[in-house]
């Protein structure tokens, strides 16, 4: 069953007021479902950032679609927050709070176990792309020439 961000984000909201909910930013209800299955960042140098912060930048980018480079500046740096969204997701914390938050609407009696969803979607490629000739391309044509209209002293023309 596919879910977007929107249902994922509706599971932890639970009735909270409109005025308390930023748009791209998780709420403090959220972030207190989310903080025990986030990892505390261990880091050598420098002060860690903020993992609400950066989860935060990372919801940015899945809702908004920009790219990487895009994310405002109140996130954080964005290499930072690309760095980990990518060791979130290698080490499953992503994956681990998808399933708290199916948890959560499975629990509320939100999720249909009977409904399943079928991508019916096909695309036809053209005759190019499996190595037909393209509509209106001609052969490059070849020069014919008979034996007898080559020069006498020209010799064979295969080289085996």
């Given at each position: 069953?596919?879910?977007?961000?929107?249902?994922?984000?509706?599971?932890?909201?639970?009735?909270?007021?409109?005025?308390?909910?930023?748009?791209?930013?998780?709420?403090?209800?959220?972030w207190a479902v989310l903080r025990p299955l986030v990892p505390r960042p261990t880091t050598r140098r420098g002060s860690p950032r903020d993992s609400r912060q950066l989860l935060n930048g990372t919801l940015w980018i899945l809702r908004t679609g920009a790219p990487w480079r895009?994310?405002?500046?109140?996130?954080?740096?964005?290499?930072t927050v690309w760095q980990r969204f990518a060791k979130w997701r290698r080490e499953g914390v992503l994956e681990a709070i998808r399933e708290r938050l199916l948890e959560r609407l499975n629990d509320a009696g939100r999720l249909d176990w009977d409904l399943g969803c079928v991508d019916g979607t096909s695309v036809r490629a053209s005759r190019a792309a499996v190595g037909a000739r393209k509509k209106g391309a001609r052969r490059?044509?070849?020069?014919?020439?008979?034996?007898?209209?080559?020069?006498?002293?020209?010799?064979p023309r295969s080289t085996s």
């Open positions: 069953m596919e879910l977007t961000l929107d249902d994922l984000a509706d599971a932890l909201r639970n009735d909270l007021p409109p005025e308390e909910i930023g748009r791209h930013e998780l709420t403090n209800g959220e895009d994310l405002p500046e109140r996130y954080g740096p964005w290499r490059a044509s070849r020069r014919i020439m008979r034996s007898d209209d080559r020069e006498e002293d020209s010799g």
